[in-house]
T-cell receptor, first 116, second 112 residues
Framework: AQTVTQSQPEMSVQEAETVTLSCTYDTSENNYYLFWYKQPPSRQMILVIRQEAYKQQNATENRFSVNFQKAAKSFSLKISDSQLGDTAMYFCAFMYSGGGADGLTFGKGTHLIIQP | DTAVSQTPKYLVTQMGNDKSIKCEQNLGHDTMYWYKQDSKKFLKIMFSYNNKELIINETVPNRFSPKSPDKAHLNLHINSLELGDSAVYFC???????????FGPGTRLTVT
């Protein structure tokens, strides 16, 4: 079974700053996906970014980028030029890609607060 | 157009009652899921359905039963509700088993 650990329960930064959320995971699998989901106060789960384990290149989506270190089993999320609308819970998630429908294994989340 | 919808969005009920939460997706996906988010915001998978067949059941009490009348729907029935069942329940779907998932808006269940 895999586990996902987010060691920062809460973070607070000023608007326009860059912030990095950490995530580590543990698995014996070689083929998997990693995700960051955002959950604003509306509680909707929004996919921020996805990384395939077989890809060495780090995924980027506009202001969001990841630092994927497969050997270290680390998957951090960097948010550049943070905005007030980035205030939300952020969840790191793992999913095995080898078949079946195991679903997502989530970390406990990081509450990110962007201060004006 | 809503991709994954859930009804109701809020549900308040008393202990011992039986209730259902409905989920529908119009994305043509083959796999659907139910997740539970507890009061500490921790999300955990409950069920997975692929082409109307139950794939996993992650140690969920048998008071919870998923029902899939067709590929686009996965409903969650809960019998004999308990206080500990209070949570937000999310439905999700994906085009393939173990691929990117699209979440519904969630149903906040409160058991009094």
């Amino acid at each position: 079974a895999q586990t996902v650990t987010q060691s920062q329960p809460e973070m607070s930064v000023q608007e326009a700053e860059t912030v990095t959320l950490s995530c580590t995971y543990d698995t014996s699998e070689n083929n998997y996906y990693l995700f960051w989901y955002k959950q604003p106060p509306s509680r909707q789960m929004i996919l921020v970014i996805r990384q395939e384990a077989y890809k060495q290149q780090n995924a980027t989506e506009n202001r969001f980028s990841v630092n994927f270190q497969k050997a270290a089993k680390s998957f951090s999320l960097k948010i550049s030029d943070s905005q007030l609308g980035d205030t939300a819970m952020y969840f790191c998630a793992f999913m095995y890609s080898g078949g079946g429908a195991d679903g997502l294994t989530f970390g406990k989340g990081t509450h990110l607060i962007i201060q004006p | 157009d809503t991709a994954v919808s859930q009804t109701p969005k809020y549900l308040v009920t008393q202990m011992g009652n039986d209730k259902s939460i409905k989920c529908e997706q119009n994305l043509g996906h083959d796999t659907m899921y139910w997740y539970k988010q507890d009061s500490k915001k921790f999300l955990k998978i409950m069920f997975s359905y692929n082409n109307k067949e139950l794939i996993i059941n992650e140690t969920v009490p048998n008071r919870f039963s998923p029902k899939s009348p067709d590929k686009a729907h996965l409903n969650l029935h809960i019998n004999s509700l308990e206080l500990g069942d209070s949570a937000v329940y999310f439905c999700a779907s994906s085009p393939l088993a173990n691929y990117e998932q699209y979440f519904g808006p969630g149903t906040r269940l409160t058991v009094t």
